[in-house]
């Protein structure tokens, strides 16, 4: 049906009309605003559950004893200002404490220390009896013995360092002479493999395999390093553990790194060691004898600063005290400045595979010997591909950085963390003679027809155990979390103020929504008096809106307060 061009019209001027009837927004001034704030205020104070601000509101009081009160308000916050700032700094700066774990780590559970032995004679002498005098190898060989070296009479290019060692040392097979380890394995001496350390040739045991130790290459002493057949190696770590690829089943597989056997000598590692005395040429030290130390199965062994003495002759009991540090691992999420430690895949080294403050530390002291001599020594890391060995003419340089390992080392310790998991071994040595006769029975099918003059001068045995079947790690968990933090705050707030949740609720009442709330009634009121009225409509002002819905609640307090 069509509507009528008069009719439109008409429907058109009328729609019109009501858009310009409409009420504009009407704005609150600040007067207003300022009433509304004061009377909410008012309103909070006599009704919060804050300690002291009804007092300091009341005008009935004198103003003394509202100044009185207002002072003592402001000495409570004080001192429950100055007590949180305490807890947080101590929540913010000391987050992780050190304590006692509270289960018991078995032995079995972790590898058996790597065994790093040396002899403390350089080289043997019927290798090095022909070397000329004015050689390059008679140099290196004078450094390796730390002699002085006339550079003005050497003629010739310097040799591999390693390869060099290797040649002129004693190897593996005729230094460990017998050995068992546990009550399986009585021919261990196959698993000691040579590597060269800062106290020349050395055979270690129980070291992680190359291809899990290093990223880059791998020295020359390890390049030929096998396993004999029975026993499978695995990239053991602190913070993982044991985890080997394949079925942990499998019948007659031995991993290695090797498990700790359990306790006592019985279980431990013994070994019989020839430090062939007679094929002397030079020692490391003032004595005869062997260096031995024990440190993880995935870190380098330092033997020169921290080995023990095995003198031959003599029987030694080492008892081992493993040393472990867990941390939660909740704990990664906190920055490492106030942790002071480093999961394993949070720093990556250029050589090792595997990070450990002492790894870290070997890398850092390569690189500073790197800046300042431009080359490394033989049996420190290589931190890049084209890194040179040190010649025999680099000798001062590198004896001066070295005394000056004080200085390298708080370089090196602000940068090499210590790690959250970690694995040490503590060795305590106890020593006697040997017995002539005691030393026959223990070895009744020894292939060895060495006199009692021989074993006294040159034969060394030692035995290596736990004492306990467990021990306690240490484990780093957090000092302060953030519910004690909440709870110390909540509880300061609590007892010098009355301050509570819900007290946060009533400012956020009385200072946000009950205003807003009663600005919007009011626009409301004022838009309704602007509108055409229709019927009897009264209008209320702001100040006697306050006083009507104020009016009952003054009552009721009359009402339940007559006096």
Request: glycine share 6%; net charge positive; proline share 5%.
């Amino acid at each position: 049906m069509r509507v009528p061009r008069n009719r439109q019209k008409a429907l058109f001027w009328s729609q019109k009309n009501q858009i310009k009837s409409q009420p504009k927004r009407l704005k609150i001034s600040w007067t207003t605003w300022s009433r509304i704030l004061s009377r909410n205020t008012d309103e909070f104070c006599r009704n919060t559950t804050i300690h002291g601000l009804k007092y300091i509101n009341n005008s009935k009081l004198r103003s003394t004893d509202r100044f009185f009160f207002g002072i003592a308000l402001l000495t409570v916050l004080s001192c429950a200002i100055y007590l949180i700032q305490d807890a947080f700094d101590k929540w913010n700066t000391t987050p992780v404490i050190v304590g006692i774990d509270p289960e018991l780590t078995s032995i079995t559970n972790e590898p058996f220390p790597a065994v790093t032995i040396c002899n403390l004679n350089q080289a043997l002498a019927k290798k090095v009896t022909n070397l000329a005098k004015s050689s390059m190898e008679f140099a290196m060989l004078q450094s390796l013995c730390r002699k002085q070296v006339d550079l003005n009479m050497v003629t010739g290019n310097s040799s591999n360092w390693e390869e060099f060692i290797l040649n002129i040392s004693q190897p593996c097979k005729s230094m460990v002479i017998a050995c068992h380890f546990g009550a399986d394995d009585y021919e261990c001496a196959r698993l000691f493999h040579p590597i060269v350390t800062d106290e020349g040739l050395c055979c270690v045991f129980n070291m992680l395999q190359p291809k899990f130790m290093y990223r880059k290459s791998v020295p020359l002493s390890h390049r030929n390093m096998t396993l004999p057949l029975g026993f499978q190696s695995v990239n053991w770590h602190a913070e993982l553990g044991y985890r080997r690829r394949g079925s942990p089943t499998d019948e007659g597989i031995s991993l290695y790194p090797r498990r700790a056997q359990g306790t006592g000598e019985s279980l431990g590692l013994s070994l019989t060691l020839d430090v062939q005395a007679d094929a002397y040429y030079c020692s490391s030290s003032s004595s005869i004898g062997f260096k031995v130390a024990l440190h993880s199965p995935n870190e380098s062994p330092n033997v020169r600063e921290t080995g023990l003495l095995l003198a031959p002759g003599m029987e030694t009991k080492l008892r081992i005290d493993p040393a472990k540090i867990v941390t939660e691992k909740h704990l990664r999420w906190l920055d490492r400045k106030y942790r002071r430690c480093l999961f394993r895949n949070e720093l990556r080294l250029r050589w090792f595979a595997h990070y450990t403050q002492r790894n870290c530390v070997a890398e850092c002291l390569s690189g500073w010997l790197l800046r300042h001599c431009g080359c490394v020594t033989y049996y420190m890391p290589r931190l890049h591909w084209n890194d040179t060995t040190c010649p025999v003419g680099k000798r001062e340089c590198v004896e001066l950085i070295r005394f000056r390992t004080i200085e390298a080392m708080e370089s090196c310790l602000e940068q090499c963390l210590p790690s959250c998991f970690d694995l040490n071994f503590n060795g305590f040595a106890y020593s006697t003679k040997i017995s002539h006769d005691g030393f026959r029975q223990t070895h009744p099918n020894g292939r060895w027809n060495f006199t009692d003059a021989y074993v006294e001068r040159s034969v060394a045995v030692v035995n290596m155990y736990f004492k306990e079947p467990a021990f306690r790690a240490n484990k780093q968990t957090e000092f302060i979390g953030f519910s004690d933090f909440l709870s110390c705050v909540g509880g300061l707030m609590g007892l010098f103020l009355g301050f509570s949740f819900l007290s946060i609720a009533e400012c956020v009442y009385f200072a946000l929504i009950r205003p807003c709330r009663t600005c919007t009634e009011i626009r409301q009121l004022n838009q309704q008096r602007t509108q055409p009225l229709t019927g009897h409509i009264r209008y209320i002002t702001p100040g006697n809106w306050f006083q009507a819905e104020l009016a009952p609640q003054q009552a009721k307090r009359l009402h339940f307060n007559p006096a």
